[in-house]
């Protein structure tokens, strides 16, 4: 072959790939564009009023809100309708009560992703000496600063006098989403005194009245005061990480764990600062698999880890494997596809734990297992955090005077059914399909304080004892 004809092909093939990924490039572009654009421009003078600064924040807002796409056209309407209201007031609410409503409205999208975060750059939340954990008997002190580690262990009953059935009333207000998912971010919120003083749950801003119930029976009630949260560390977090007694390194001294009465906890509720583990059961032929996110954190990369557990299934197949995802709250699901479709060719059965912390990403990868696995697939604990359709994706704004930051979702996933508006649903999802029918558990195996105190995980339990049979 001539070499002029030689550099006319190389010519052709250097000229398709520039043009490929020229269109690679764009289509990232527009999905970036369309899926997580930018929260639109401030341009506020500087208010002469708290009330002018207040209505700037709900102009603001209303901007914010428009670019989410999970408000059904009733829900927005109604949203529309209460920020109108709180527009035409003659007075400004309290920062605290304002958080509060804005919460409310964000909930009406009833989508859990869409929601006002505690946190944002130049806002420092107060919050309570203690932390909380749900279970289903109701929401347990499971940390406590030395000077109130008597309510360690007990039981919420009551916060300033208010009932802890209305309690969770007006915290489940805050959040979009499921029931479920819903009421499993009460303990998060409960720990934020402007949440409790907004909610009218507290009576003072800085100081609240609780009265618990511990395991012995005995009553205990202390008045809680506040304090800002520390530029680092001590940063709220899901009560699902307090249902390790081990210490959190970022929270500093002084702190008190309430750890079971009887015994110590199985492996599947140690090390909880592991974000990915993969443990042989005791006794069994099968391998327990945590994943706390399906994302690189803290230092830990997700990719190489599930890459060497592949590879040890591989070597070694067990008999069944435990994939633990409660209290994972999501990260990026491609980074788990392949590993959640090459798992169940690689052991046994498969069993699923779940919780209502079980959400977005997290989701995402127990649908693949599911729909790749089959029947060989068993689901156990409680439901998951969401719906097998929601919206994700997005981007945030803050607000410019009071710094609250509002999410908003753009992306629709949809894994029960077809999802073919090109406006709404997520593009990615073409390329990482899945379809599944149910992620409903299937042995409802609620999480007890009962249990807990005896040492005990009855969904891993029950996983194992399955295993053994």
């Not at 249902?243 to 702190?255: A, N, R, T």
Request: proline share 7%; charged share 25%; net charge neutral.
């Amino acid at each position: 072959m001539r070499a002029s004809k030689i550099l006319k092909i190389l010519g052709w093939i250097g000229g398709t790939a520039v043009v490929i990924a020229g269109l690679g490039y764009g289509g990232f572009r527009l999905m970036a564009a369309h899926f997580y654009p930018d929260p639109p421009v401030k341009a506020y003078p500087k208010p002469r009023s708290s009330l002018e600064a207040q209505r700037q924040d709900l102009d603001y807002f209303k901007k914010l809100m428009a670019f989410d796409r999970s408000y059904s056209p009733a829900a927005r309407a109604k949203a529309n309708s209460q920020v109108a209201e709180l527009e035409a007031a003659s007075s400004p609410l309290s920062p605290q009560a304002f958080m509060v409503r804005l919460m409310q409205i964000t909930a009406l999208a009833d989508n859990g992703h869409t929601h006002v975060r505690l946190l944002g750059p130049g806002r420092v939340p107060n919050l309570v000496p203690v932390r909380v954990t749900r279970f289903a008997e109701g929401f347990y002190v499971m940390r406590a600063k030395a000077p109130y580690k008597d309510m360690l262990g007990g039981r919420i009953e009551s916060i300033d006098g208010m009932p802890f059935d209305e309690i969770v009333r007006r915290l489940d207000a805050l959040r979009g989403g499921l029931p479920g998912f819903r009421h499993d971010s009460g303990p998060l919120f409960i720990m934020v005194q402007d949440l409790l003083y907004g909610s009218d749950i507290a009576k003072e801003p800085m100081r609240a009245t609780w009265t618990v119930r511990l395991p012995s029976g005995a009553r205990v009630t202390r008045t809680l005061d506040a304090y800002p949260m520390p530029a680092k560390g001590d940063e709220p977090e899901y009560g699902y990480r307090w249902m390790s007694p081990e210490p959190v390194k970022s929270m500093g001294e002084g702190w008190m764990s309430y750890a079971p009465a009887k015994g110590t906890l199985p492996e599947s509720k140690q090390n909880p600062d592991d974000v990915f583990e993969n443990l042989a059961i005791p006794g069994s032929c099968g391998r327990y698999v945590r994943l706390q996110d399906i994302d690189d954190t803290d230092g830990q990369e997700i990719a190489p880890f599930l890459k060497q557990t592949e590879a040890e299934f591989s070597a070694r197949k067990p008999c069944a494997a435990i994939v633990d995802l409660r209290g994972n709250g999501g990260g990026n699901y491609t980074k788990a596809w392949r590993f959640a479709h090459a798992l169940p060719g690689l052991t046994g059965h498969i069993y699923i734990l779940t919780d209502a912390g079980t959400f977005s990403a997290a989701i995402t990868t127990a649908a693949f297992l599911k729909e790749t696995g089959g029947d060989k697939v068993t689901i156990l604990g409680e439901p998951i955090g969401d719906r097998l359709a929601f919206y994700a994706e997005g981007n945030e704004g803050c607000l410019p005077n009071s710094k609250l930051c509002s999410t908003y979702a753009t992306g629709k996933h949809v894994y029960n059914g077809p999802c073919t508006d090109w406006n709404e649903c997520f593009w990615v999802n073409w390329f990482y399909p899945v379809r599944v029918k149910s992620l409903t558990p299937d042995d409802f195996i609620p999480s007890r304080f009962a249990d807990w105190d005896a040492s005990h995980d009855a969904a891993y339990e029950r996983a194992v004892a399955l295993i053994g049979k």
